[in-house]
């Protein structure tokens, strides 16, 4: 079956550094992606692995490991707009997108 | 302003009815994509069309359909509703069929009463 995994809620102080991980199990591997999304408001994408290794996007860094079906992304310097829903999908051989439950990260003062 | 449009914004309307939803993707996007989002369902991937054709399909219903035309806009078509229908519907559009990097609309909200 298809599934992916994230913790439901993180609280982070703001300046610091949080890490969201993310587990999936689904059919194929073809792509694995970031979205942020603000309450009330559309998702916005993020980041995107498809190969091992740690992608670098300013504040922003995602890592992926297809051998243990893991990625995290780490969010720097933590402000307290970053306070929103992380989504993690994994793209299968299907082409079909699975979506994380995401990560409701609030961001204090 | 991702540059993807939807119509209407909100629709309010009864179990049994049926309903279309619209998507303008952004100028030069070939592909478009519809998702559901709901409270106990999370984020769930319905359909992709790339340049009028059938690209991809996800968990949409057979009471649901889906087309892109040749203007690249695209409707998706909700029949026989029923009150678990309700939810927010994006549409998401990207250059290509392959391309990482999809751009969201602003979606729309469907109460079925």
């Known amino acids: 079956g298809q599934n992916i995994d994230q913790p439901t809620e993180m609280t982070a102080t703001e300046g610091a550094i949080v890490q969201i991980n993310c587990t999936y199990q689904t059919s194929g591997f073809n792509g694995l992606f970031w979205y942020q999304q603000h309450a009330g408001e559309a998702p916005t994408f993020l980041s995107y692995?498809?190969?091992?290794g740690l992608e670098e996007k300013g504040r922003f860094s995602s890592f992926l490991s297809r051998s243990k079906g893991y990625s995290y992304l780490l969010l720097k310097e933590l402000q307290m707009k970053d306070s929103a829903s992380y989504l993690c999908?994994?793209?299968?051989?299907?082409?079909?997108?699975?979506f994380g439950p995401g990560t409701r990260l609030s961001v204090l003062p | 302003d991702s540059g993807v449009t939807q119509t209407p914004k909100h629709l309010i309307t009864a179990t049994g009815q049926r309903v279309t939803l619209r998507c303008s993707p952004r100028?030069?996007?070939?592909?478009v994509y519809w998702y559901q989002q709901s409270l106990d369902q999370g984020l769930q991937f319905l359909i992709q069309?790339?340049?009028?054709?059938?690209?991809a399909k996800g968990n949409i219903l057979e009471r649901f359909s889906a087309q892109q035309f040749p203007d690249l806009h695209s409707e998706l078509n909700l029949s026989s509703l029923e009150l678990g229908d309700s939810a927010l519907y994006f549409c998401?559009?990207?250059?290509?069929?392959?391309?990482?990097?999809?751009?969201f609309g602003p979606g729309t909200r469907l109460t079925v009463t």
């Open positions: 998401a559009s990207s250059v290509s069929g392959s391309s990482y990097e999809q751009y």
């Open positions: 100028s030069g996007d070939l592909s």
């Open positions: 692995n498809v190969l091992d």
């Open positions: 069309y790339y340049n009028g054709e059938e690209r």
């Open positions: 999908a994994v793209r299968d051989y299907g082409q079909n997108f699975v």
